[in-house]
Protein backbone atom coordinates (compact mmCIF):
# COMPACT_ATOMS: atom_id res chain seq x y z
CA UNK A 1 0.00 0.00 0.00
CA UNK A 2 1.45 3.26 -1.03
CA UNK A 3 2.15 6.15 1.38
CA UNK A 4 0.17 8.97 0.72
CA UNK A 5 0.85 12.55 1.87
CA UNK A 6 -1.00 15.72 1.90
CA UNK A 7 0.53 19.39 1.37
CA UNK A 8 -1.19 23.06 -0.02
CA UNK A 9 0.93 22.82 -2.28
CA UNK A 10 4.04 20.32 -3.98
CA UNK A 11 6.68 21.92 -5.95
CA UNK A 12 7.93 19.22 -8.24
CA UNK A 13 12.43 20.13 -8.46
CA UNK A 14 14.62 22.28 -6.33
CA UNK A 15 16.49 23.64 -9.11
CA UNK A 16 16.58 27.72 -9.70
CA UNK A 17 12.70 27.80 -10.06
CA UNK A 18 11.40 25.34 -7.48
CA UNK A 19 13.44 26.54 -4.74
CA UNK A 20 12.33 30.36 -5.12
CA UNK A 21 8.39 28.88 -5.61
CA UNK A 22 8.50 26.88 -2.13
CA UNK A 23 10.35 29.70 -0.24
CA UNK A 24 7.09 32.32 -1.34
CA UNK A 25 4.76 29.85 -0.50
CA UNK A 26 6.33 28.62 2.87
CA UNK A 27 6.81 32.74 3.69
CA UNK A 28 2.83 32.67 3.35
CA UNK A 29 2.01 30.42 5.71
CA UNK A 30 0.91 27.61 3.29
CA UNK A 31 2.33 23.68 3.35
CA UNK A 32 4.72 23.29 0.93
CA UNK A 33 6.36 19.80 -0.42
CA UNK A 34 10.02 20.77 -1.92
CA UNK A 35 10.72 17.74 -3.71
CA UNK A 36 14.07 16.88 -5.75
CA UNK A 37 16.01 13.11 -6.58
CA UNK A 38 19.26 14.87 -5.47
CA UNK A 39 20.95 14.73 -1.84
CA UNK A 40 20.62 18.31 -0.08
CA UNK A 41 24.42 18.97 -0.65
CA UNK A 42 23.87 18.61 -4.61
CA UNK A 43 20.61 20.07 -4.78
CA UNK A 44 19.95 21.55 -8.36
CA UNK A 45 22.04 19.10 -9.90
CA UNK A 46 20.36 18.46 -13.03
CA UNK A 47 21.73 14.75 -14.06
CA UNK A 48 24.35 12.47 -13.25
CA UNK A 49 26.51 14.76 -15.26
CA UNK A 50 26.20 17.75 -12.81
CA UNK A 51 24.96 21.13 -12.73
CA UNK A 52 25.44 21.56 -16.41
CA UNK A 53 25.16 25.04 -17.52
CA UNK A 54 27.16 28.48 -18.63
CA UNK A 55 25.85 29.81 -15.27
CA UNK A 56 26.00 33.41 -16.55
CA UNK A 57 22.71 35.34 -15.12
CA UNK A 58 22.00 39.38 -15.49
CA UNK A 59 22.27 41.43 -12.50
CA UNK A 60 18.41 42.58 -13.31
CA UNK A 61 17.28 38.99 -12.61
CA UNK A 62 19.07 38.57 -9.32
CA UNK A 63 17.76 42.20 -8.13
CA UNK A 64 14.36 40.81 -9.34
CA UNK A 65 14.40 38.17 -6.39
CA UNK A 66 16.15 40.33 -3.95
CA UNK A 67 12.78 42.60 -4.25
CA UNK A 68 10.63 39.64 -4.07
CA UNK A 69 12.36 36.87 -1.34
CA UNK A 70 12.70 38.56 1.87
CA UNK A 71 16.12 39.20 3.08
CA UNK A 72 17.62 37.17 0.68
CA UNK A 73 21.22 38.52 -0.84
CA UNK A 74 23.96 37.41 -2.75
CA UNK A 75 27.84 37.70 -2.63
CA UNK A 76 31.07 35.89 -3.22
CA UNK A 77 31.35 32.82 -3.51
CA UNK A 78 28.02 31.84 -5.04
CA UNK A 79 28.59 34.92 -7.72
CA UNK A 80 31.41 33.79 -8.77
CA UNK A 81 32.56 36.26 -11.20
CA UNK A 82 31.08 39.72 -12.12
CA UNK A 83 31.38 40.41 -15.84
CA UNK A 84 30.79 43.35 -17.34
CA UNK A 85 28.33 41.99 -20.41
CA UNK A 86 27.84 39.65 -22.69
CA UNK A 87 29.33 39.84 -26.07
CA UNK A 88 28.31 38.12 -29.56
CA UNK A 89 31.25 37.51 -31.94
CA UNK A 90 30.99 37.16 -35.67
CA UNK A 91 32.58 34.20 -37.01
CA UNK A 92 35.25 35.87 -38.91
CA UNK A 93 36.53 37.82 -35.11
CA UNK A 94 35.44 41.40 -37.09
CA UNK A 95 32.32 42.36 -35.16
CA UNK A 96 31.40 42.48 -31.36
CA UNK A 97 28.01 43.56 -30.27
CA UNK A 98 27.02 43.69 -26.84
CA UNK A 99 24.22 41.10 -26.16
CA UNK A 100 23.83 41.80 -22.43
CA UNK A 101 24.73 44.55 -19.65
CA UNK A 102 26.42 43.56 -16.15
CA UNK A 103 25.94 40.16 -14.62
CA UNK A 104 27.45 36.92 -13.08
CA UNK A 105 29.02 33.64 -13.43
CA UNK A 106 27.75 32.00 -10.33
CA UNK A 107 29.45 29.08 -8.51
CA UNK A 108 26.04 26.78 -9.01
CA UNK A 109 26.20 24.39 -6.61
CA UNK A 110 26.79 27.12 -4.03
CA UNK A 111 24.01 29.59 -5.40
CA UNK A 112 21.51 26.50 -5.47
CA UNK A 113 22.13 25.53 -1.54
CA UNK A 114 21.55 28.90 -1.02
CA UNK A 115 17.96 28.85 -2.46
CA UNK A 116 17.06 25.66 -0.72
CA UNK A 117 18.77 26.87 3.05
CA UNK A 118 15.95 29.59 2.40
CA UNK A 119 13.07 27.43 1.01
CA UNK A 120 13.40 25.73 4.19
CA UNK A 121 14.35 28.50 6.21
CA UNK A 122 10.55 29.59 5.29
CA UNK A 123 9.53 26.14 6.44
CA UNK A 124 9.16 24.71 3.42
CA UNK A 125 9.09 20.87 3.83
CA UNK A 126 11.77 19.20 2.01
CA UNK A 127 11.85 15.92 0.43
CA UNK A 128 15.26 14.78 -1.00
CA UNK A 129 15.98 11.95 -2.81
CA UNK A 130 12.65 11.62 -4.20
CA UNK A 131 12.11 11.04 -8.00
CA UNK A 132 8.87 11.87 -9.00
CA UNK A 133 7.05 9.32 -11.42
CA UNK A 134 4.60 11.78 -12.52
CA UNK A 135 1.07 13.45 -11.85
CA UNK A 136 -2.16 11.82 -10.08
CA UNK A 137 -4.95 12.90 -12.36
CA UNK A 138 -8.39 12.82 -11.33
CA UNK A 139 -11.51 14.35 -13.31
CA UNK A 140 -9.19 16.36 -15.12
CA UNK A 141 -7.32 18.33 -12.56
CA UNK A 142 -3.79 17.36 -11.41
CA UNK A 143 -4.38 16.65 -8.09
CA UNK A 144 -0.48 15.30 -6.53
CA UNK A 145 2.46 12.97 -8.04
CA UNK A 146 3.90 9.84 -7.75
CA UNK A 147 7.22 8.41 -7.39
CA UNK A 148 9.80 6.79 -5.51
CA UNK A 149 11.32 7.75 -1.99
CA UNK A 150 14.69 7.36 -0.67
CA UNK A 151 14.18 3.56 0.06
CA UNK A 152 12.64 3.40 -3.30
CA UNK A 153 9.02 2.65 -1.85
CA UNK A 154 6.14 3.95 -4.09
CA UNK A 155 4.76 7.13 -2.57
CA UNK A 156 1.67 9.27 -3.48
CA UNK A 157 1.51 13.17 -2.44
CA UNK A 158 -1.49 15.10 -2.85
CA UNK A 159 -1.79 18.80 -2.96
CA UNK A 160 -3.50 21.78 -3.95
CA UNK A 161 -1.71 22.86 -6.67
CA UNK A 162 1.49 21.10 -8.26
CA UNK A 163 4.11 23.00 -9.48
CA UNK A 164 6.37 21.56 -12.30
CA UNK A 165 10.33 22.66 -11.79
CA UNK A 166 11.34 19.70 -13.10
CA UNK A 167 13.29 20.88 -16.00
CA UNK A 168 13.35 20.03 -19.61
CA UNK A 169 12.92 16.28 -18.90
CA UNK A 170 9.51 16.55 -16.64
CA UNK A 171 7.94 13.80 -15.98
CA UNK A 172 4.50 15.78 -15.11
CA UNK A 173 4.09 18.08 -18.10
CA UNK A 174 5.23 15.07 -20.55
CA UNK A 175 1.90 13.07 -18.84
CA UNK A 176 -0.56 15.59 -18.63
CA UNK A 177 -3.85 14.74 -20.02
CA UNK A 178 -4.12 15.79 -23.78
CA UNK A 179 -5.21 19.11 -23.63
CA UNK A 180 -4.79 22.85 -25.20
CA UNK A 181 -3.44 24.74 -23.04
CA UNK A 182 0.22 22.79 -21.96
CA UNK A 183 1.66 21.36 -24.36
CA UNK A 184 3.23 18.00 -23.88
CA UNK A 185 6.14 17.77 -26.40
CA UNK A 186 8.73 19.69 -27.79
CA UNK A 187 9.97 19.66 -31.58
CA UNK A 188 13.60 18.27 -31.62
CA UNK A 189 14.22 21.40 -33.80
CA UNK A 190 13.40 23.94 -31.10
CA UNK A 191 16.17 21.75 -28.76
CA UNK A 192 19.93 22.80 -28.53
CA UNK A 193 22.13 19.97 -27.42
CA UNK A 194 24.82 21.35 -24.68
CA UNK A 195 27.57 20.77 -23.47
CA UNK A 196 30.53 22.31 -21.17
CA UNK A 197 33.37 21.85 -19.17
CA UNK A 198 35.01 23.97 -16.22
CA UNK A 199 38.58 24.46 -16.83
CA UNK A 200 41.76 26.31 -15.12
CA UNK A 201 44.08 27.32 -17.60
CA UNK A 202 47.04 29.87 -17.96
CA UNK A 203 46.32 32.06 -20.97
CA UNK A 204 49.34 31.50 -23.07
CA UNK A 205 48.15 35.24 -24.37
CA UNK A 206 46.09 38.39 -24.16
CA UNK A 207 42.89 38.32 -26.88
CA UNK A 208 39.79 39.54 -25.68
CA UNK A 209 37.82 38.03 -28.71
CA UNK A 210 38.27 34.46 -27.29
CA UNK A 211 39.10 35.31 -23.74
CA UNK A 212 38.32 38.49 -21.50
CA UNK A 213 38.23 38.01 -17.79
CA UNK A 214 35.77 40.81 -17.62
CA UNK A 215 33.07 39.91 -19.74
CA UNK A 216 31.59 36.66 -21.21
CA UNK A 217 31.83 35.68 -25.37
CA UNK A 218 29.92 33.80 -27.23
CA UNK A 219 31.11 32.88 -30.67
CA UNK A 220 28.92 32.73 -33.74
CA UNK A 221 30.16 30.25 -35.95
CA UNK A 222 28.04 27.67 -37.82
CA UNK A 223 30.73 25.52 -38.66
CA UNK A 224 31.90 25.23 -34.84
CA UNK A 225 28.62 25.55 -33.47
CA UNK A 226 25.79 24.83 -36.39
CA UNK A 227 22.71 26.00 -35.37
CA UNK A 228 24.22 27.31 -32.19
CA UNK A 229 27.28 29.06 -30.44
CA UNK A 230 30.26 28.24 -28.52
CA UNK A 231 30.66 30.34 -25.19
CA UNK A 232 33.90 31.30 -23.07
CA UNK A 233 32.50 32.50 -19.26
CA UNK A 234 35.33 33.75 -17.36
CA UNK A 235 35.55 32.28 -13.58
CA UNK A 236 36.71 33.43 -10.40
CA UNK A 237 40.64 32.63 -11.01
CA UNK A 238 42.06 31.83 -13.76
CA UNK A 239 39.39 29.53 -14.43
CA UNK A 240 36.48 29.53 -17.31
CA UNK A 241 32.71 27.78 -18.35
CA UNK A 242 33.65 27.00 -21.91
CA UNK A 243 30.74 25.56 -23.78
CA UNK A 244 29.10 24.75 -26.92
CA UNK A 245 25.54 24.20 -28.13
CA UNK A 246 23.99 23.14 -31.16
CA UNK A 247 21.09 21.72 -33.34
CA UNK A 248 20.75 18.63 -34.48
CA UNK A 249 19.59 18.84 -37.66
CA UNK A 250 21.99 21.84 -38.05
CA UNK A 251 24.60 19.55 -37.32
CA UNK A 252 23.17 16.77 -39.62
CA UNK A 253 23.11 18.77 -42.43
CA UNK A 254 27.05 20.89 -41.83
CA UNK A 255 28.26 17.20 -41.25
CA UNK A 256 26.63 15.61 -44.51
CA UNK A 257 27.92 19.08 -46.64
CA UNK A 258 31.22 18.84 -45.54
CA UNK A 259 31.76 14.91 -45.16
CA UNK A 260 32.09 14.74 -42.00
CA UNK A 261 30.98 12.21 -38.55
CA UNK A 262 31.17 15.46 -35.78
CA UNK A 263 29.16 15.02 -32.43
CA UNK A 264 28.42 17.58 -29.84
CA UNK A 265 31.57 15.72 -27.95
CA UNK A 266 33.73 16.44 -30.91
CA UNK A 267 32.83 19.79 -31.54
CA UNK A 268 33.49 20.81 -27.83
CA UNK A 269 36.86 19.39 -27.92
CA UNK A 270 37.42 21.54 -31.59
CA UNK A 271 36.04 24.45 -30.13
CA UNK A 272 38.55 24.59 -27.26
CA UNK A 273 41.63 23.62 -29.41
CA UNK A 274 40.57 26.32 -31.46
CA UNK A 275 41.05 29.38 -28.84
CA UNK A 276 44.51 30.56 -28.93
CA UNK A 277 44.11 31.53 -25.40
CA UNK A 278 43.46 28.39 -23.64
CA UNK A 279 46.45 26.36 -23.89
CA UNK A 280 46.63 22.94 -21.60
CA UNK A 281 43.44 23.35 -19.70
CA UNK A 282 42.92 21.02 -16.61
CA UNK A 283 39.04 19.93 -15.59
CA UNK A 284 38.47 21.68 -12.46
CA UNK A 285 36.04 19.12 -11.06
CA UNK A 286 35.09 20.65 -8.29
CA UNK A 287 31.25 18.96 -6.97
CA UNK A 288 31.95 16.53 -9.58
CA UNK A 289 30.68 19.30 -11.88
CA UNK A 290 33.86 19.62 -14.51
CA UNK A 291 31.94 18.38 -17.56
CA UNK A 292 28.31 17.50 -18.58
CA UNK A 293 26.28 17.25 -21.35
CA UNK A 294 21.89 18.58 -21.56
CA UNK A 295 19.53 19.95 -23.32
CA UNK A 296 17.70 23.09 -23.34
CA UNK A 297 14.63 24.31 -25.18
CA UNK A 298 14.68 27.61 -27.46
CA UNK A 299 11.02 27.87 -28.12
CA UNK A 300 9.06 30.52 -27.05
CA UNK A 301 7.73 29.11 -23.26
CA UNK A 302 4.73 27.03 -23.20
CA UNK A 303 1.58 29.24 -24.46
CA UNK A 304 -0.19 28.38 -21.09
CA UNK A 305 1.75 27.57 -17.74
CA UNK A 306 -1.14 26.10 -16.22
CA UNK A 307 -3.79 23.65 -16.22
CA UNK A 308 -6.34 22.43 -13.64
CA UNK A 309 -4.10 22.54 -10.69
CA UNK A 310 -0.82 22.60 -12.51
CA UNK A 311 1.47 25.30 -12.99
CA UNK A 312 4.81 25.54 -14.38
CA UNK A 313 8.18 27.45 -14.23
CA UNK A 314 11.21 27.09 -15.74
CA UNK A 315 12.96 24.65 -18.18
CA UNK A 316 9.80 22.68 -17.26
CA UNK A 317 7.97 25.10 -19.86
CA UNK A 318 10.15 25.79 -22.07
CA UNK A 319 11.24 29.26 -20.44
CA UNK A 320 15.03 29.69 -21.73
CA UNK A 321 15.77 32.93 -23.93
CA UNK A 322 15.02 31.42 -27.74
CA UNK A 323 18.55 33.30 -28.85
CA UNK A 324 20.73 33.16 -25.96
CA UNK A 325 19.51 30.08 -24.25
CA UNK A 326 19.60 31.97 -21.12
CA UNK A 327 17.12 29.95 -18.74
CA UNK A 328 18.21 31.13 -15.28
CA UNK A 329 16.67 34.34 -15.33
CA UNK A 330 12.98 33.54 -16.56
CA UNK A 331 13.67 30.66 -14.38
CA UNK A 332 13.86 32.63 -11.27
CA UNK A 333 11.26 35.04 -12.29
CA UNK A 334 9.07 32.14 -13.00
CA UNK A 335 9.68 30.33 -9.33
CA UNK A 336 8.94 33.66 -7.24
CA UNK A 337 5.15 34.38 -9.74
CA UNK A 338 4.10 30.96 -9.70
CA UNK A 339 4.75 31.17 -5.91
CA UNK A 340 3.12 34.21 -5.76
CA UNK A 341 0.25 33.13 -7.52
CA UNK A 342 -0.05 30.22 -6.48
CA UNK A 343 -0.61 31.35 -2.88
CA UNK A 344 -3.25 33.70 -4.61
CA UNK A 345 -5.24 30.62 -5.96
CA UNK A 346 -5.55 28.88 -3.11
CA UNK A 347 -6.47 32.26 -0.94
CA UNK A 348 -9.47 32.39 -3.30
CA UNK A 349 -10.22 28.35 -3.27
CA UNK A 350 -9.88 28.27 -7.04
CA UNK A 351 -7.15 26.19 -8.63
CA UNK A 352 -8.79 25.52 -11.60
CA UNK A 353 -7.42 26.99 -14.93
CA UNK A 354 -9.36 29.84 -13.89
CA UNK A 355 -8.29 30.35 -10.76
CA UNK A 356 -4.50 29.99 -12.01
CA UNK A 357 -4.47 32.28 -14.88
CA UNK A 358 -3.48 35.39 -13.10
CA UNK A 359 0.11 33.07 -13.40
CA UNK A 360 0.11 33.43 -17.19
CA UNK A 361 -0.49 37.21 -17.22
CA UNK A 362 2.03 37.87 -14.61
CA UNK A 363 4.89 35.75 -16.76
CA UNK A 364 3.80 37.37 -19.85
CA UNK A 365 4.00 40.82 -18.94
CA UNK A 366 7.43 40.48 -17.16
CA UNK A 367 8.75 38.18 -19.59
CA UNK A 368 7.09 35.79 -21.61
CA UNK A 369 5.84 38.41 -23.86
CA UNK A 370 8.75 39.16 -25.90
CA UNK A 371 9.85 34.97 -26.67
CA UNK A 372 7.90 34.15 -29.67
CA UNK A 373 9.26 36.94 -31.11
CA UNK A 374 12.94 35.80 -30.02
CA UNK A 375 12.36 32.45 -31.21
CA UNK A 376 11.75 33.73 -35.44
CA UNK A 377 14.96 35.62 -34.89
CA UNK A 378 16.48 32.57 -34.22
CA UNK A 379 15.18 30.46 -36.92
CA UNK A 380 16.54 32.92 -39.09
CA UNK A 381 19.48 33.01 -37.77
CA UNK A 382 19.76 28.88 -38.00
CA UNK A 383 19.19 30.25 -41.28
CA UNK A 384 22.06 32.03 -42.68
CA UNK A 385 25.79 30.39 -42.86
CA UNK A 386 29.00 32.26 -41.82
CA UNK A 387 29.99 34.65 -44.38
CA UNK A 388 26.09 36.03 -44.50
CA UNK A 389 26.51 36.03 -40.87
CA UNK A 390 29.65 38.07 -40.99
CA UNK A 391 28.03 40.37 -43.63
CA UNK A 392 25.17 41.08 -41.49
CA UNK A 393 26.61 41.80 -38.16
CA UNK A 394 29.02 44.01 -40.36
CA UNK A 395 26.51 45.77 -42.40
CA UNK A 396 22.87 45.06 -40.73
CA UNK A 397 22.76 46.60 -37.43
CA UNK A 398 24.55 48.83 -34.94
CA UNK A 399 25.67 47.49 -32.02
CA UNK A 400 22.49 49.88 -30.15
CA UNK A 401 19.92 48.00 -32.33
CA UNK A 402 21.67 44.65 -31.96
CA UNK A 403 21.48 44.85 -27.64
CA UNK A 404 17.61 46.21 -28.43
CA UNK A 405 17.24 42.80 -30.02
CA UNK A 406 18.74 40.90 -27.13
CA UNK A 407 16.45 42.23 -25.01
CA UNK A 408 13.20 41.63 -27.14
CA UNK A 409 12.59 45.29 -28.07
CA UNK A 410 12.54 45.72 -32.36
CA UNK A 411 14.65 47.05 -33.91
CA UNK A 412 13.80 50.06 -35.80
CA UNK A 413 16.36 49.19 -38.35
CA UNK A 414 16.46 52.85 -38.80
CA UNK A 415 20.31 53.33 -39.17
CA UNK A 416 20.53 49.70 -41.02
CA UNK A 417 18.35 50.68 -43.71
CA UNK A 418 20.54 53.45 -44.57
CA UNK A 419 22.61 50.71 -45.80
CA UNK A 420 20.04 49.14 -47.98
CA UNK A 421 21.21 50.53 -50.87
CA UNK A 422 24.88 49.49 -50.33
CA UNK A 423 24.38 46.18 -49.72
CA UNK A 424 26.67 43.73 -51.78
CA UNK A 425 26.13 40.23 -52.94
CA UNK A 426 22.43 38.13 -53.62
CA UNK A 427 22.50 36.26 -50.42
CA UNK A 428 23.46 39.43 -48.38
CA UNK A 429 20.41 41.72 -50.01
CA UNK A 430 18.03 38.24 -49.76
CA UNK A 431 18.85 38.22 -45.85
CA UNK A 432 18.68 41.64 -45.45
CA UNK A 433 15.16 41.34 -46.79
CA UNK A 434 14.60 38.50 -44.63
CA UNK A 435 15.98 40.99 -41.73
CA UNK A 436 12.80 43.12 -42.37
CA UNK A 437 10.28 40.37 -42.33
CA UNK A 438 11.82 39.01 -39.35
CA UNK A 439 11.61 42.50 -37.44
CA UNK A 440 8.24 43.17 -39.35
CA UNK A 441 7.33 39.45 -38.00
CA UNK A 442 8.55 40.30 -34.34
CA UNK A 443 6.08 43.19 -34.06
CA UNK A 444 3.15 41.10 -34.76
CA UNK A 445 4.10 38.82 -32.77
CA UNK A 446 4.52 41.34 -29.90
CA UNK A 447 1.22 43.05 -30.69
CA UNK A 448 -0.29 39.66 -29.99
CA UNK A 449 1.77 38.69 -26.71
CA UNK A 450 0.54 42.03 -25.56
CA UNK A 451 -3.09 41.11 -26.12
CA UNK A 452 -2.72 38.08 -23.86
CA UNK A 453 -5.98 36.53 -23.23
CA UNK A 454 -7.22 37.37 -20.10
CA UNK A 455 -9.00 34.70 -19.61
CA UNK A 456 -8.83 31.12 -20.50
CA UNK A 457 -11.96 31.37 -22.86
CA UNK A 458 -10.41 33.26 -25.79
CA UNK A 459 -6.92 31.02 -25.50
CA UNK A 460 -7.64 28.56 -28.18
CA UNK A 461 -7.99 31.35 -31.06
CA UNK A 462 -4.98 33.03 -29.65
CA UNK A 463 -2.96 30.22 -29.77
CA UNK A 464 -3.79 29.42 -33.07
CA UNK A 465 -3.19 32.38 -34.59
CA UNK A 466 0.64 32.70 -32.89
CA UNK A 467 1.45 29.04 -34.05
CA UNK A 468 -0.12 30.72 -37.37
CA UNK A 469 2.48 33.22 -36.99
CA UNK A 470 5.40 31.56 -36.14
CA UNK A 471 5.18 28.30 -38.12
CA UNK A 472 4.99 30.66 -40.84
CA UNK A 473 8.25 32.27 -40.29
CA UNK A 474 9.53 28.60 -39.75
CA UNK A 475 8.34 27.07 -42.62
CA UNK A 476 10.35 30.12 -44.43
CA UNK A 477 13.90 29.87 -42.98
CA UNK A 478 15.35 26.58 -43.49
CA UNK A 479 18.47 25.34 -41.31
CA UNK A 480 21.23 26.53 -43.58
CA UNK A 481 24.91 26.38 -41.44
CA UNK A 482 27.22 25.96 -44.58
C1 LIG B 1 25.00 23.48 -21.15
C2 LIG B 1 24.02 24.51 -20.71
C3 LIG B 1 24.41 25.83 -20.58
C4 LIG B 1 23.51 26.80 -20.12
N1 LIG B 1 23.98 28.06 -19.92
C5 LIG B 1 23.17 28.99 -19.39
C6 LIG B 1 23.67 30.27 -19.03
O1 LIG B 1 24.87 30.56 -19.12
N2 LIG B 1 22.79 31.18 -18.53
C7 LIG B 1 21.48 30.89 -18.36
O2 LIG B 1 20.72 31.78 -17.94
N3 LIG B 1 20.98 29.67 -18.65
C8 LIG B 1 21.80 28.70 -19.14
N4 LIG B 1 21.31 27.45 -19.37
C9 LIG B 1 19.91 27.14 -19.02
C10 LIG B 1 19.74 26.99 -17.49
O3 LIG B 1 20.69 26.10 -17.01
C11 LIG B 1 18.34 26.51 -17.14
O4 LIG B 1 17.42 27.35 -17.81
C12 LIG B 1 18.03 26.53 -15.65
O5 LIG B 1 18.82 25.60 -14.96
C13 LIG B 1 16.56 26.17 -15.43
O6 LIG B 1 16.28 25.99 -14.08
P1 LIG B 1 15.05 25.09 -13.61
O7 LIG B 1 14.91 25.31 -12.16
O8 LIG B 1 13.88 25.35 -14.46
O9 LIG B 1 15.46 23.58 -13.94
P2 LIG B 1 16.72 22.72 -13.56
O10 LIG B 1 17.90 23.58 -13.28
O11 LIG B 1 16.85 21.70 -14.63
O12 LIG B 1 16.30 22.01 -12.18
C14 LIG B 1 15.44 20.92 -12.14
C15 LIG B 1 15.60 20.18 -10.83
O13 LIG B 1 14.64 19.10 -10.79
C16 LIG B 1 15.29 17.88 -10.47
N5 LIG B 1 14.57 16.78 -11.14
C17 LIG B 1 14.42 16.59 -12.47
N6 LIG B 1 13.66 15.51 -12.72
C18 LIG B 1 13.34 14.99 -11.51
C19 LIG B 1 12.54 13.89 -11.10
N7 LIG B 1 11.95 13.09 -12.00
N8 LIG B 1 12.37 13.68 -9.78
C20 LIG B 1 12.96 14.48 -8.86
N9 LIG B 1 13.73 15.55 -9.18
C21 LIG B 1 13.91 15.80 -10.50
C22 LIG B 1 16.70 18.06 -11.05
O14 LIG B 1 17.60 17.11 -10.49
C23 LIG B 1 16.97 19.52 -10.67
O15 LIG B 1 17.40 19.60 -9.34
C24 LIG B 1 22.18 26.45 -19.84
C25 LIG B 1 21.77 25.12 -19.98
C26 LIG B 1 22.67 24.15 -20.40
C27 LIG B 1 22.21 22.73 -20.51
Redesign the pocket.
Known amino acids: MANVDKFDVIV???????ALAASIIAKNGLSVAL????KPEE?????NWG???????AKSHLDFIKKHVNGIDFDYPELDKKVDGVYAISPDMKSKFMFEGEGYVLNRPIFEKKLLDRAIKNGAHHMME????GPIIENNFVVGIY?KDKSSSHREIRAKIVID???????IRRKLPDNNFVDRHIHIDDIES???YIYSFEPVKDDDMFYDPNNALIHLNQELAPGGYG?V?PKNGNKI?V?L?VQKRSLDIRNQKLNKKDTLHTLMDAYVKWNPVIKNPVLDNQFNNGK?????AVRRQMESLVFNGYMG????MA??NPI????????LVA?ILSGENAVNAISKNDVSINGLWDYNLAFNDVYGKKTAGLEVFRVYLQSLNNEVINYGMKNFFSGKEAEQLSYGQIPELSLASKFKMALKGAANINAFSDLIYVVKKMKTLNGIYNDYPKTPDTFDHWKETVIKEVEEAKHRFQPNPV
Do not use: Q
Not at 313 to 316: L, Q
Open positions: AGSGMSGLDRNVGKKTWVCGDAVFEVEGALGIATTTGRWFNGGGYWSVAGDSMPSAGGIGPAG
